[in-house]
């Protein structure tokens, strides 16, 4: 390294020993990568090279958890939807039969019960899928949950 009047700082002479020798040892590791790299293109095809594979699982590995943190977030926010729209849906339901009740209208039907009990259904069936990543047992594999929810 040279200072702004262009010289090159002194060191004590251990610190330039020790520099000069990391300096060795990182030439010697390039010519070693560039050795097994020239030796692993001669001897496999392009794509069984040792070297691109393990480049390629640890690429591949952190996708994976990548879009594991992704899906994780996809069915919290999904989750989240679900909520607000059943609260709204009881919301609307209980104001429809307050102003049936009053407009001296027939209450809802056997027909539109029968969808109300449906509609909790789906999601408590819902719910009992995604409670593994909202509670305690957060590790649970994500592949495993969303493959498992049926909508």
């Known amino acids: 390294m040279a200072d702004p009047s262009g010289r090159r700082p002194r060191h004590y002479p251990a610190v330039n020993d020790v520099l000069s020798t990391l300096a060795d040892a990182s030439a010697a590791l390039d010519d070693v990568q560039r050795r097994l790299d020239l030796e692993f293109r001669a001897s496999y095809p392009d794509n069984a ?22 899906c994780r ?46 509609l909790n259904q789906v999601i408590d069936e819902w719910n009992a899928h995604v409670s593994p990543i909202t509670g305690e047992d957060s590790k649970k594999d994500a592949n495993r949950i969303l493959f498992s929810t049926i909508i």
């Open 73 to 118: 977030d996809l069915l919290t926010q999904k989750q989240e939807l679900i909520d607000r729209i059943h609260g709204s849906l009881v919301a609307q339901r209980g104001t429809t039969q307050r102003l049936l009740a009053a407009s001296g209208l027939p209450p809802l039907s056997d027909a539109d019960e029968a969808s109300h009990s449906s």
């Open 49 to 70: 090279n040792p070297a691109k594979l393990v480049a390629r699982v640890k690429r591949v590995q952190e996708e994976v958890a990548t879009l594991k943190e992704l």
